[in-house]
């Protein structure tokens, strides 16, 4: 633990003082007659044990077992962990020390007084059957597959402090090693150690370090795993002493007529792993080059994917579809390689697809790309609904505005400009429309009744579709979209609301125009017993909506409080006490991955346990534990 010098010369102190005197107190607990060759040991390795979880989360550094890393008993690890490899060295060398009946001789060397006794019998019996599974034990088999690894360390001095050394030099030296590597064909990925970069108060999308090392990636054409530290609280999502990674989540699944929290239709293969997952869920993070791919052509599925930098950005992939995450860059947040199949996206933020080499890319667009295969070979299609897209060839740039269609045919490397066609264009609302009413759909809840009603809103809201696809620039229709997607809890609805004005959402001239049942849900003022209550309780509702969406919750309309709490999310306005309302919201809707972010943004709040109640508190902790 000399290590710890480096770091402070008084906390080295601290802590070899701290752990010589656990194991004092095991030496002082354990049996002091010939029981002490199995008391002796048992003692000592629950203290290294303790010390795998105390203090502070766990010191597992210097650990008996590590000093089996090269040695004889490491195979023990893969019967009973760390834990019974302690286990084993320290038998080992209590019964070899006596009373032993094995080799008094030995023990006589180092204590003259030493004798033979058969109570080490027991614990060296216990070494020797351990040992024996370890040895019959499965060790796994090679695949017969390999991939080429260039790990850099990029040197300089050791035991130094980050606040010494600034973190600029650490990734400049990896740099510096990583560019004295050259192109090699055979070669299949670059690793860097643990923390070289670290970037402080912003994040790492966007940041110098980031083009830097897409730079070296793309000159040896091969991904690059590297240790990244970034500060949660500047991407929004952790407090300032928190550290985090960028990810892209599944947000949602629906396979037929139902939402589901999981599904064996659609097949997942990590990055660097020959395994295949073969089941999709809810909440499943992807990582860059992990790879998602439906497990037929014919498979009925639709699924969403959430882009992290702010929420704002899904693509929504239906029928069959390969996918493939790849790094973000700078200037693009979200990258993917569409491999087959379609996707449509809501784009808040830079985006790009990558399909096959034809590179579609928009920030704060709506659009789709189609991959296809047909007679003549592989064709893209890529159409853009609203504002522009940018396509790009190896030869050309072609711009494309909105409501306008670009075809690329790879085998004769030509592309033609049109109209969306109808197919396209309904196929798009299609899509649209059941993510939209997706939460109402969960699996479990969707009665006849309730089916019926689900598939007329629907029908509706594919309609309201259509109408904001064909004309973009209606904001009527699209007012009435957003609002209606609002009502049923549809995360899109922040996209349309947003492009028909702030100003506009919440004007009483302006009606959605809707059936009588779901304006009403909108524009409903809350009951009251008497007139004197009812202008009390509006006052209440205007300065505590999670009040009101807790009502909601309860009287069994948790779309309708999804729809009064999301706006001020979109706001940034939310309080922990919003995103209690959310969470019970979602959770009555059995949106888990859902429900799960709200409380944990909830919790996040430097205020919660002051804002929330203590029940309140325990029902966030068990939403985010999933035990609701």
Same mark, same amino acid.
């Given at each position: 633990?000399?290590?710890?010098?480096?770091?402070?010369?008084?906390?080295?102190?601290?802590?070899?003082?701290? +752990?010589?005197?656990?194991?004092?107190?095991?030496?002082?607990?354990?049996?002091?007659?010939?029981?002490?060759?199995?008391?002796?040991?048992?003692?000592?390795?629950?203290?290294?044990?303790?010390?795998?979880?105390?203090?502070?989360?766990?010191?597992?550094?210097?650990?008996?077992?590590?000093?089996?890393?090269?040695?004889?008993?490491?195979?023990?690890?893969?019967?009973?962990?760390?834990?019974?490899?302690?286990?084993?060295? +320290?038998?080992?060398?209590?019964?070899?020390?006596?009373?032993?009946?094995?080799?008094?001789?030995?023990?006589?060397?180092?204590?003259?007084?030493?004798?033979?006794?058969?109570?080490?019998?027991?614990?060296?019996?216990?070494?020797?059957?351990?040992?024996?599974?370890?040895?019959?034990?499965?060790?796994?088999?090679?695949?017969?597959?390999?991939?080429?690894?260039?790990?850099?360390?990029?040197?300089?001095?050791?035991?130094?402090?980050?606040?010494?050394?600034?973190?600029?030099?650490?990734?400049?030296?990896?740099?510096?090693?990583?560019?004295?590597?050259?192109?090699?064909?055979?070669?299949?990925?670059?690793?860097?150690?643990?923390?070289?970069?670290?970037?402080?108060?912003?994040?790492?999308?966007?940041?110098?370090?980031?083009?830097?090392?897409?730079?070296?990636?793309?000159?040896?054409?091969?991904?690059?795993?590297?240790?990244?530290?970034?500060?949660?609280?500047?991407?929004?999502?952790?407090?300032?002493?928190?550290?985090?990674?960028?990810?892209?989540?599944?947000?949602?699944?629906?396979?037929?007529?139902?939402?589901?929290?999981?599904?064996?239709?659609?097949?997942?293969?990590?990055?660097?792993?020959?395994?295949?997952?073969?089941?999709?869920?809810?909440?499943?993070?992807?990582?860059?080059?992990?790879?998602?791919?439906?497990?037929?052509?014919?498979?009925?599925?639709?699924?969403?994917?959430?882009?992290?930098?702010?929420?704002?950005?899904?693509?929504?992939?239906?029928?069959?579809?390969r996918v493939v995450v790849l790094?973000?860059?700078?200037?693009?947040?979200?990258?993917?390689?569409?491999?087959?199949?379609?996707?449509?996206?809501?784009?808040?933020?830079?985006?790009?697809?990558?399909?096959?080499? #034809?590179?579609?890319?928009?920030?704060?667009?709506?659009?789709?790309?189609?991959?296809?295969?047909?007679?003549?070979?592989?064709?893209?299609?890529?159409?853009?609904?609203?504002?522009?897209?940018?396509?790009?060839?190896?030869?050309?740039?072609?711009?494309?505005?909105?409501?306008?269609?670009?075809?690329?045919?790879f085998a004769t490397a030509t592309?033609?400009?049109?109209?969306?066609?109808?197919?396209?264009?309904?196929?798009?609302?299609?899509?649209?429309?059941?993510?939209? #009413?997706?939460?109402?759909?969960?699996?479990?809840?969707?009665?006849?009744?309730?089916?019926?009603?689900?598939?007329?809103?629907?029908?509706?809201?594919?309609?309201?579709?259509?109408?904001?696809?064909?004309?973009?620039?209606?904001?009527?229709?699209?007012?009435?979209?957003?609002?209606?997607?609002?009502?049923?809890?549809?995360?899109?609805?922040?996209?349309?609301?947003?492009?028909?004005?702030?100003?506009?959402?919440?004007?009483?001239?302006?009606?959605?125009?809707?059936?009588?049942?779901?304006?009403?849900?909108?524009?409903?003022?809350?009951?009251?017993?008497?007139?004197?209550?009812?202008?009390?309780?509006?006052?209440?509702?205007?300065?505590?909506?999670?009040?009101?969406?807790?009502?909601?919750?309860?009287?069994?309309?948790?779309?309708?409080?999804?729809?009064?709490?999301?706006?001020?999310?979109?706001?940034?306005?939310?309080?922990?006490?919003?995103?209690?309302?959310?969470?019970?919201?979602?959770?009555?809707?059995?949106?888990?991955?859902?429900?799960?972010?709200?409380?944990?943004?909830?919790?996040?709040?430097?205020?919660a346990a002051t804002a929330l109640?203590?029940?309140?508190?325990?029902?966030?902790?068990?939403?985010?534990?999933?035990?609701?």
């Open positions: 633990m000399i290590w710890i010098w480096f770091l402070t010369a008084p906390g080295y102190v601290v802590v070899a003082i701290a +752990f010589a005197g656990l194991h004092a107190g095991a030496a002082a607990i354990a049996p002091t007659g010939p029981w002490r060759t199995v008391g002796r040991p048992a003692a000592h390795t629950l203290v290294e044990t303790i010390r795998l979880g105390f203090p502070f989360g766990g010191v597992p550094l210097a650990t008996m077992g590590i000093s089996q890393a090269g040695g004889p008993l490491l195979g023990t690890a893969r019967v009973g962990g760390v834990v019974l490899t302690t286990w084993v060295v +320290f038998q080992l060398g209590v019964a070899l020390a006596g009373p032993s009946p094995v080799m008094p001789r030995v023990a006589r060397r180092r204590r003259p007084g030493a004798t033979g006794a058969l109570h080490g019998v027991l614990g060296m019996l216990g070494v020797v059957v351990v040992i024996v599974l370890a040895g019959v034990a499965p060790d796994g088999e090679g695949t017969g597959r390999y991939i080429t690894v260039a790990a850099v360390q990029g040197g300089g001095e050791q035991g130094t402090r980050a606040i010494d050394v600034p973190s600029s030099v650490v990734f400049e030296r990896h740099l510096e090693a990583t560019r004295s590597i050259e192109p090699d064909p055979e070669l299949d990925v670059v690793i860097w150690p643990e923390n070289v970069i670290d970037v402080n108060d912003e994040p790492f999308v966007g940041s110098e370090q980031l083009q830097l090392v897409a730079d070296e990636a793309a000159r040896l054409g091969v991904p690059f795993a590297v240790g990244v530290t970034e500060d949660a609280h500047v991407t929004g999502r952790g407090r300032p002493d928190q550290i985090t990674n960028a990810q892209v989540v599944v947000r949602t699944v629906i396979v037929g007529e139902r939402s589901v929290t999981d599904t064996e239709r659609v097949q997942l293969s990590r990055f660097a792993d020959f395994v295949v997952e073969k089941k999709i869920a809810v909440g499943t993070t992807l990582q860059v080059g992990d790879l998602m791919s439906t497990v037929a052509p014919d498979t009925n599925v639709l699924l969403e994917i959430g882009c992290p930098a702010n929420g704002g950005t899904v693509f929504r992939f239906s029928g069959a579809f790094p973000p860059r700078p200037d693009v947040r979200c990258v993917l390689q569409l491999l087959a199949g379609d996707v449509d996206v809501i784009a808040e933020e830079a985006t790009e697809i990558n399909a096959g080499g #034809v590179v579609l890319g928009s920030k704060g667009t709506q659009y789709a790309v189609h991959l296809r295969r047909t007679e003549s070979g592989p064709v893209c299609e890529g159409v853009v609904y609203d504002n522009d897209l940018l396509i790009k060839t190896s030869q050309n740039q072609i711009p494309l505005s909105t409501s306008r269609s670009w075809v690329f045919n592309g033609e400009l049109g109209e969306i066609s109808e197919v396209v264009l309904k196929q798009s609302a299609l899509v649209a429309g059941r993510f939209d #009413v997706a939460r109402l759909r969960a699996e479990g809840v969707l009665t006849p009744a309730k089916a019926s009603e689900i598939a007329r809103e629907e029908s509706e809201l594919v309609a309201l579709h259509m109408e904001v696809l064909k004309a973009p620039a209606n904001k009527d229709a699209r007012l009435r979209l957003g609002t209606r997607q609002r009502a049923v809890g549809s995360d899109s609805a922040r996209y349309n609301l947003k492009r028909v004005g702030g100003e506009l959402i919440n004007k009483e001239a302006v009606k959605p125009q809707a059936s009588t049942k779901t304006e009403a849900a909108v524009t409903k003022p809350p009951r009251a017993s008497s007139a004197v209550n009812s202008t009390s309780t509006r006052t209440m509702i205007a300065a505590d909506p999670a009040a009101r969406a807790l009502e909601l919750v309860r009287g069994g309309k948790p779309a309708e409080a999804v729809a009064l709490i999301r706006p001020r999310v979109d706001a940034s306005s939310a309080t922990a006490r919003d995103y209690y309302a959310l969470a019970e919201a979602y959770r009555a809707l059995q949106d888990r991955a859902a429900a799960r972010n709200a409380a944990e943004r909830a919790l996040a709040f430097r205020n109640t203590a029940a309140e508190l325990e029902t966030l902790r068990a939403i985010v534990g999933r035990r609701h």
